[in-house]
């Protein structure tokens, strides 16, 4: 028996005025997940329990199957499971993005970028090893990730900062949403530190002459300690495989104990190598009982408010990876796939939301005709709810659906 997830990160959204009223998973042509649906269970799943931050670490926990409330512990730290950064029980990570901070209309520093115009890795890792050779120390280290992504570790740490994602603050003033409470103390004069180093950096020297975003500042949030969780082969008795160009969502897999799959030309941008994901993923199931694969690019089009690229990630999607597998699995005999997102990320809002968004499973042998799309209208009509999203990965299973 073969078990997938397609993890179409961020890819529900809100009806766009460019897209005549429609959201992107209406206006994409996508035939493929349109047969999921129509042959399948469709329905809608809350993925974001009460009251927690609509991100992909929430998300992508609940998808598979562990309840946030419960394991949650802070973003950064599930990246540093990815990056197999050691952590003992007092120490808290914190994410750490290179920012770009300019004067807003008011003259004001306002979130300009928070991908720093997505930085080059190579870039992005001169940068750290400065930050690294001037700010470490006295408990404070720095560890390079995948273009503006990178983590700080702050050994027998302070927790409680209130910090704000900088994805939610695109185009608004930073004042109001520097660290606060428990460790800012010790938190903003590093980023103050941080951004003297960059004003002239070589990386930001070349950047701007060649007319690119410069990496003004860094920006800490998502903070936490090391979580505990049980493998899925603990819980389910599979052995599985993940395939994301994202530290968050392999260090999710990490801690599920997923095997870990790299895949050349996957970029975590729109940019990535969308048949290249879907051959490495139809390889894995070759070995292993189940697939989570993550494409981040819908996500990535909805936080810089292009409707139009995301429906064309969708697209992509739809021909280069849900079609292989599609066709695929049938080889392997026994199957059941997964069709959904971690959260919407709303191309108006240009940051993510915490409503319910649509899923679609599909098995070897369904073969319902339902006039119905893979879209969040058609999934609301459907009728099907889950509320304990964290539940949903059960059915992929194969028990009976915990519904409302």
């Given at each position: 028996m073969k078990y997938v997830i397609i993890h179409g990160d961020g890819m529900a959204d809100w009806p766009c005025d460019e897209l005549d009223g429609r959201t992107p998973l209406e206006a994409a042509r996508k035939p493929h997940m349109?047969?999921?649906?129509?042959?399948?269970t469709l329905g809608m799943v809350a993925t974001i329990p009460h009251g927690m931050p609509p991100g992909s670490d929430v998300g992508t926990m609940t998808m598979l199957g562990y309840d946030p409330a419960r394991y949650h512990t802070g973003r950064a730290p599930i990246e540093a499971a990815s990056m197999g950064i050691a952590l003992a029980p007092d120490d808290v990570v914190f994410r750490m993005n290179l920012v770009a901070l300019?004067?807003?209309?008011?003259?004001r520093p306002t979130m300009s970028d928070f991908t720093s115009g997505h930085i080059t890795s190579e870039e992005a890792a001169r940068i750290v090893a400065d930050l690294r050779a001037a700010l470490a120390g006295d408990g404070i280290e720095f560890f390079n990730g995948v273009s503006y992504r990178h983590l700080m570790v702050w050994r027998n740490g302070?927790?409680?900062?209130?910090?704000t994602p900088p994805h939610d603050i695109t185009g608004q003033p930073v004042a109001a949403h520097l660290p606060e409470g428990p460790g800012a103390a010790r938190l903003r004069p590093l980023m103050e530190r941080a951004a003297a180093i960059l004003r002239d950096h070589p990386v930001n020297r070349a950047r701007r002459a060649a007319g690119k975003c410069a990496a003004t500042d860094v920006w800490f949030w998502g903070q936490g300690k090391r979580p505990a969780v049980p493998t899925l082969h603990e819980r389910f008795g599979v052995a599985g495989a993940v395939i994301s160009a994202v530290d968050l969502v392999n260090g999710l897999g990490r801690l599920?104990?997923?095997?870990?799959?790299?895949?050349?030309?996957?970029?975590?941008?729109?940019?990535?190598?969308?048949?290249?994901?879907?051959?490495?993923?139809?390889?894995a199931l070759k070995r292993c009982d189940f697939l989570l694969l993550h494409i981040e690019a819908p996500d990535e089009a909805g936080h810089m408010g292009?409707?139009?690229?995301?429906v064309e990630a969708l697209e992509r999607i739809d021909e280069l990876i849900v079609g292989p597998l599609l066709r695929e699995l049938p080889a392997f005999g026994e199957w059941a796939l997964l069709l959904m997102p971690d959260h919407a990320t709303p191309s108006k809002l240009k940051t993510h939301s915490g409503e319910p968004v649509p899923f679609a499973i599909v098995r070897a042998g369904d073969a319902g005709a339902a006039a119905r799309r893979y879209t969040e209208a058609d999934a609301t009509r459907a009728g099907v709810i889950v509320r304990d999203g964290y539940r949903l990965i059960e059915a992929l299973f194969g028990a009976a659906l915990a519904a409302d």
């Open positions: 349109d047969a999921i649906a129509a042959r399948g300019a004067a807003g209309a008011d003259g302070e927790a409680g900062a209130k910090l599920a104990g997923l095997e870990l799959i790299k895949v050349p030309g996957a970029t975590g941008y729109l940019d990535t190598d969308y048949a290249a994901k879907g051959r490495y993923g139809i390889d292009r409707a139009d690229l995301k």
